[in-house]
């Protein structure tokens, strides 16, 4: 079945730890996307990329960095930078002109 | 700048009343609609989504009725049910290669009461 898969589920960081955050999509979409979400804010774009090699930074892209080096991966770092960075993250992606495709999403806690 | 605006923020609701959940947005380039239903600790799921050349769309309980001059947009959970609590967000786009990404509502968390 295609889709898009998020891991890990949930993921712990202690104080000033970098941390990766794998989406992988076998549904042979062009555009990928990060989102945080927190209680009461709907889903904020952190970064995107329509093609491969290639990103643009969403709303709130301090203190994350992302690659794109092939079409179905488009991991997350949270770096020590992010200052706040405990919340549910989620990974989408899209066929040009229509909706996004979401995955399961990964919570991360700062511990 | 939020550019789409979504109300009411929770709504309590019946079961077998309608759900309404309303949306505005500012950027008349927007040219598709989606709604997406999220339950916790899932990912967003697509619901139905509707583009500016109609005015009503209908996927069984669900319809998004639009109005292009008023730049509003709403969903309508017909016959609601206790499986329909969840948060439901509006979302909005362009088809235009670079600006392609949705904005979305801040969301409505839905309760359908026994």
């Known amino acids: 079945d295609g889709g898009i898969t998020q891991s890990p589920k949930y993921l712990f960081r202690k104080e000033g730890q970098n941390v990766t955050l794998s989406c992988e999509q076998n549904?042979?979409?062009?555009?990928m996307y990060w989102y945080r979400q927190d209680p009461g804010q709907g889903l904020r774009l952190i970064y995107y990329?329509?093609?491969?090699?290639?990103?643009q930074k969403g709303d709130i892209a301090e203190g994350y960095s992302v690659s794109r080096e092939k079409k179905e991966s488009f991991p997350l770092t949270v770096t020590s930078a992010q200052k706040n960075p405990t919340a549910f993250y989620l990974c989408?992606?899209?066929?040009?002109?229509?909706?996004?495709?979401f995955g399961s999403g990964t919570r991360l806690t700062v511990v | 700048q939020q550019q789409v605006k979504q109300s009411p923020q929770s709504l309590i609701v019946q079961k077998g009343g309608i759900s309404i959940i309303n949306c505005a947005y500012e950027?008349?380039?927007?040219?598709?609609f989606p709604w997406y239903q999220q339950f916790p600790g899932k990912g967003p799921a697509l619901l139905i989504a509707?583009?500016?050349?109609?005015s009503e769309k209908k996927e069984g309980r669900f319809t998004i009725s639009f109005n292009k001059s008023a730049k509003q947009f709403s969903l309508h959970i017909m016959d609601s049910q206790p499986g329909d609590s969840a948060t439901y967000f509006c979302?909005?786009?362009?088809?235009?290669?670079?600006?392609?990404?949705?904005?979305f509502g801040t969301g409505t968390r839905l309760q359908v009461t026994l």
């Open positions: 950027n008349t380039a927007f040219d598709y």
């Open positions: 509707i583009r500016p050349d109609v």
């Open positions: 989408a992606s899209r066929r040009y002109g229509y909706g996004y495709t």
């Open positions: 549904l042979n979409h062009d555009a």
């Open positions: 990329s329509q093609i491969v090699n290639d990103f």
């Open positions: 979302a909005a786009s362009t088809n235009t290669g670079t600006a392609s990404k949705l904005t």
